[in-house]
């Protein structure tokens, strides 16, 4: 005893030399059962034998020949530890594999041992102990994981994890921000298994990661965000996520409409947020908010009527539930019945519109809206801005409408004869008698570009080639008529000749001053201009459409370029020249088939680049796609310097800023031909994949990737952000990224020997050290460098511990069945029913009658069935039969008998097994080597011989 006692002093002011007092308690509540609930797993359960819903509590399982144990404190007297049976003032120690202490109980907490390691808990910090109880890492960290085989540990340290030796010093790169935690298991190199944060990146590559204080779930308007607290109450921040809306409701649902306000639920009903995130309408008690289009809103009120708010949140009328129920929108427009009369409300009215009674919608084509009278005549019209057309204010000739169309947002009206007239959304009548009349004559045309301002549309020939004192011409925005009999046609010089889908925003640019025409008449091409005047350039055989801002001219065999001025640009005598970029035309200098392109300056009046090139494209920002000859296609700029090499297969763009390009060379299936994606800089952005997509979504984000692989690409082409097994959400200015967990293998000196994957990994085993993996491109055995050793077949693959075969589960003819094929691929053995690996000789199977029963080296099935059966370990197997666990031998005949509520598996000659009430650590012929059991309201260890070895003495109050 006296020795005993003189270890715990010594290793008391051991701990005392580190600042630690022998008054600290280690303070446990709670149940005093020695049975702790297990997560269960079939498959684990199968191939651990540990089937047992409960692990061993008083005793944990032995692990380098130690088991954790908890008893009352070696730091306090006997007589003050409370004999209620709370744990109070017990710690944790750990006994040696023959049920002696080896290491007294003074811990708060503790792991277990793993390659002579313990992490224990002192004063609240983490460190590791020796199998001999001495401080090998001082307590620091504020949790800790388990030693890996490598020799290093994860341990946390101001919420930030670090690898550590066995010394405690840090090991390694500092793990990146996005890691939210590192599992490190066993092999050489080390499993390791990286979860990640919920990140937020915003368009300018600033990160920010979730947590528990504030998280993003929608964007609003602009700068503000909706986000969720920790409490799961929804407010609104902005960009610096400071909160400007508190967070009291239990829902904000924003709709994807632009200038629609969103709703908010909370403690007063439901209400309206404005566009700088305030509430509208808290004291109203609405019970509930529905988006009426993009100009109202529905709000019901309790009493079962309803109210329309206009787009501010602002009430414009009140309708009963019949009146409700009775309405319909047209576009924005909404109708009532009301009082026997058809009421209208329109977006920016303030108060709804009588439009009368007996009428019925007729025709409806983008918020404009035709009404008939009971004689189904049409009496009236009403617009998206709400004017209504009737009586005296209706354009003439309504009662003749037959048809209506809507085109580049402007009513046009038809009756039988033809034309009627054009109306605005305001209900003005835009065409002049004069133009009217040209109309019946003539076909009047729709233009291929609306821009505001410009034409509304082309006199042309009609149908019926009648003769025409107006001649062609067109139809100006004022209403009146720009023409000349002499004209034959007049031809839309921009936007009408096919430009490619990325040169309309150029396009889109063009004001109504600059738009040009062509008119044609018996000498020639006229040019004219925006308001329909010939300008000053003498009469054309041809002109083409403008191109970047030049159209192609042709007049006494002599090509010339032309500005939209007018002004003229010699060029050389090329056979073929075609406008690429402003100011610049590519072309070609004979017919010859093989001819090559060049580029030629007409501004500057100098050739740019000789003609080399087999095909060269329309140039943005400075860029197009050229070619060389087959395979030798790249990106140039107008230098003539290659951004993208010639020597891929195909180029495409994306945007101004991206290509898309094919890899060069022979190819059985051109959709599986290898493409990578390029910045305007000539930098890939990603790998040469088979069938790799690239385009924009609806956020203007683009992405890219395959069935396999994705990347978010930056708007300006700079980065590619790796989402191989991640998804993202868009939210205004930032995207919020949840990453899937991978894995990868560590070295010893910490550093990723297989980068981390989206794969499944196992722990790497034997000489040469062999691990399996399993993607979605199917499982494989690698080598400790990631290199596949051998290609699997498909299958549900798994290498159970200490089993020296592969596994695959599988179904074949309604039966199931287990494959065991070797590291080199090759099939050993196969065997009905679900059955787990081989140990000792053995495997156990699953019946169909839901028992298990042992398998031999031929996979016949050997010796009694079992409600559960485990693996051998040193010839015992644990057994549940009766109702409670034993251990059989290799012939299936119980070596000890079912008595307990959980077991662990032999290691050197030692297992521990565990009843309600205690326990026990047990030799191969069950014998008793040490137990712990509650006496007196205490943990206590007893000795193989039934003598009491801790605590030292009980309790006063106890009798014993």
């Known amino acids: 005893m006296k020795s005993r006692a003189l270890r715990i002093?010594?290793?008391?002011?051991?701990?005392?030399?580190?600042?630690?007092?022998?008054?600290?308690?280690?303070?446990?509540?709670?149940?005093?059962?020695?049975?702790?609930?297990?997560?269960?797993?079939?498959?684990?359960?199968?191939?651990?034998?540990?089937?047992?819903?409960?692990?061993?509590?008083?005793?944990?399982?032995?692990?380098?020949?130690?088991?954790?144990?908890?008893?009352?404190?070696?730091?306090?007297?006997?007589?003050?530890?409370?004999?209620?049976?709370?744990?109070?003032?017990?710690?944790?120690?750990?006994?040696?594999?023959?049920?002696?202490?080896?290491?007294?109980?003074?811990?708060?907490?503790?792991?277990?041992?793993?390659?002579?390691?313990?992490?224990?808990?002192?004063?609240?910090?983490?460190?590791?102990?020796?199998?001999?109880?001495?401080?090998?890492?001082?307590?620091?960290?504020?949790?800790?994981?388990?030693?890996?085989?490598?020799?290093?540990?994860?341990?946390?340290?101001?919420?930030?994890?670090?690898?550590?030796?066995?010394?405690?010093?840090?090991?390694?790169?500092?793990?990146?921000?996005s890691v939210a935690s590192l599992n490190l298991q066993d092999g050489i190199p080390a499993l390791a298994t990286v979860d990640y944060k919920l990140e937020y990146r915003s368009n300018t590559g600033e990160r920010r990661y979730g947590d528990s204080r504030i998280q993003l779930t929608g964007a609003f308007g602009k700068g503000l965000y909706v986000a969720m607290s920790d409490e799961g109450r929804y407010g609104l921040v902005d960009q610096q996520w400071n909160w400007?809306?508190?967070?009291?409701?239990?829902?904000?649902?924003?709709?994807?409409?632009?200038?629609?306000?969103?709703?908010?639920?909370?403690?007063?009903?439901?209400?309206?947020?404005?566009?700088?995130?305030?509430?509208?309408?808290?004291?109203?008690?609405?019970?509930?908010l529905a988006p009426l289009g993009k100009a109202f809103w529905s709000a019901e009120l309790s009493r079962g009527s309803y109210v329309i708010l206009n787009a501010a949140g602002a009430p414009v009328a009140k309708l009963k539930s019949d009146e409700a129920y009775g309405s319909k929108r047209y576009g924005d427009i909404l109708l009532y019945p009301s009082g026997g009369k058809l009421m209208a409300l329109a977006p920016g009215r303030s108060e709804p519109l009588a439009l009368g009674a007996d009428l019925s919608v007729a025709a409806d084509d983008e918020g404009y809206v035709l009404f008939t009278n009971a004689e189904r005549v049409p009496v009236g019209l009403l617009t998206p801005t709400g004017a209504w057309l009737h009586g005296d204010t209706a354009p003439a000739g309504l009662d003749e409408v037959g048809r209506m169309e809507v085109q580049q947002g402007k009513l046009w009206l038809f009756k039988e004869a033809g034309l009627l007239n054009v109306l605005d959304g305001e209900g003005r009548v835009l065409l002049k008698p004069e133009a009217v009349a040209a109309a019946q004559e003539m076909a009047l045309k729709q233009l291929p570009l609306d821009v505001p301002g410009g034409a509304l549309g082309l006199l042309a020939q009609g149908y019926c080639h009648c003769s025409s004192e107006t001649g062609a011409g067109l139809v100006l925005a004022d209403g009146s008529i720009a023409a000349d009999p002499s004209w034959t046609a007049v031809i839309p010089l921009d936007g009408a000749d096919g430009y490619d889908d990325y040169m309309a925003p150029a396009q889109s640019d063009l004001k109504a001053e600059q738009l040009r025409y062509a008119a044609e008449t018996a000498d020639g091409m006229r040019l004219l201009d925006a308001a329909g005047k010939p300008m000053d350039l003498p009469v054309q055989q041809h002109i083409g459409a403008f191109r970047h801002g030049y159209a192609l001219t042709y007049a006494g065999?002599?090509?010339?370029?032309?500005?939209?001025?007018?002004?003229?640009?010699?060029?050389?005598?090329?056979?073929?020249?075609?406008?690429v970029a402003p100011g610049v035309v590519r072309f070609l200098k004979t017919a010859a088939e093989d001819a090559r392109w060049g580029l030629y300056d007409f501004v500057a009046g100098k050739e740019l680049l000789p003609p080399r090139y087999q095909t060269i494209g329309d140039f943005q920002d400075g860029q197009a796609i050229a070619s060389l000859g087959p395979d030798r296609v790249g990106i140039v700029d107008r230098q003539g310097q290659w951004i993208v090499p010639a020597s891929h297969h195909a180029a495409e763009r994306v945007n101004a800023q991206l290509w898309k390009v094919q890899q060069a060379g022979p190819q059985q299936d051109e959709y599986k031909r290898p493409t990578a994606l390029f910045n305007a800089q000539g930098r890939a952005l990603t790998a040469f994949l088979p069938g790799l997509q690239a385009g924009a979504d609806e956020d203007g984000a683009v992405t890219a990737g395959d069935a396999t692989h994705r990347w978010i690409v930056s708007p300006d082409g700079s980065a590619a952000l790796d989402m191989e097994d991640a998804n993202y959400t868009r939210l205004g200015d930032w995207m919020a990224i949840r990453r899937a967990q991978r894995s990868g293998y560590l070295n010893a000196q910490g550093e990723w020997q297989i980068a981390p994957g989206s794969a499944v990994a196992g722990t790497f085993r034997g000489s040469p050290a062999r691990a399996l993996l399993t993607g979605n491109d199917g499982a494989r055995v690698i080598d400790a460098q990631g290199k596949t050793v051998t290609a699997l077949p498909a299958g549900e693959w798994s290498w159970p511990i200490g089993s020296p075969s592969l596994l695959r589960r599988y179904y074949a003819n309604d039966r199931q069945k287990t494959d065991y094929t070797g590291l080199d691929g090759k099939a050993r053995l196969t065997v009905n029913g679900n059955a787990s690996g081989f140990s000792e000789g053995f495997a156990v199977a699953h019946l169909s009658s839901n028992a298990m029963r042992a398998i031999d080296g031929?996979?016949?099935?050997?010796?009694?069935?079992?409600?559960?059966?485990?693996?051998?370990?040193?010839?015992?197997?644990?057994?549940?039969?009766?109702?409670?666990?034993?251990?059989?031998?290799?012939?299936?005949q119980l070596a000890i008998l079912p008595a307990y509520d959980a077991v662990s598996l032999f290691q050197d000659q030692r297992a521990v097994v565990s009843t309600m009430e205690m326990s026990m650590i047990i030799d191969p012929t069950g014998r008793q080597v040490a137990r712990v059991e509650m006496e007196c309201g205490v943990r206590t260890l007893y000795g193989s011989h039934n003598q009491r070895l801790w605590p030292l003495t009980l309790p006063k109050r106890c009798r014993k």
Not at 157 to 165: A, N
Not at 569 to 574: E, G, K, Q, S, V
Not at 872 to 888: I, M, N
Request: aromatic content about 8%.
């Open 9 to 177: 002093t010594r290793l008391a002011c051991a701990l005392g030399a580190l600042g630690v007092s022998l008054s600290a308690q280690a303070q446990y509540g709670g149940d005093a059962a020695c049975l702790e609930n297990a997560p269960y797993d079939n498959y684990a359960a199968l191939d651990s034998g540990l089937g047992s819903p409960y692990i061993n509590g008083c005793i944990r399982a032995l692990s380098d020949q130690r088991a954790a144990v908890l008893l009352p404190s070696a730091l306090e007297g006997a007589g003050r530890v409370p004999g209620d049976g709370s744990l109070r003032r017990h710690a944790w120690g750990f006994l040696d594999q023959n049920g002696r202490l080896a290491i007294p109980p003074i811990f708060e907490a503790v792991r277990d041992f793993r390659h002579g390691l313990a992490a224990v808990k002192w004063q609240g910090l983490w460190g590791f102990i020796d199998s001999r109880g001495r401080m090998a890492v001082r307590p620091q960290f504020h949790a800790v994981q388990d030693f890996a085989e490598i020799g290093l540990a994860v341990a946390t340290l101001d919420g930030r994890q670090e690898l550590i030796d066995r010394q405690g010093n840090r090991v390694g790169e500092p793990l990146d921000e």
């Open 244 to 288: 400007v809306l508190e967070p009291v409701y239990q829902d904000i649902s924003v709709s994807r409409d632009e200038g629609v306000l969103a709703t908010a639920y909370g403690p007063r009903g439901a209400v309206l947020l404005d566009a700088e995130g305030k509430p509208v309408g808290e004291d109203q008690n609405y019970q509930d």
């Open 557 to 579: 065999g002599v090509n010339r370029m032309i500005d939209r001025n007018g002004k003229t640009y010699a060029l050389p005598d090329y056979f073929e020249t075609e406008v």
């Open 858 to 892: 031929k996979g016949a099935l050997t010796g009694p069935a079992f409600d559960s059966l485990g693996p051998l370990r040193e010839g015992l197997a644990p057994v549940y039969t009766d109702s409670a666990y034993g251990y059989a031998n290799n012939e299936g």
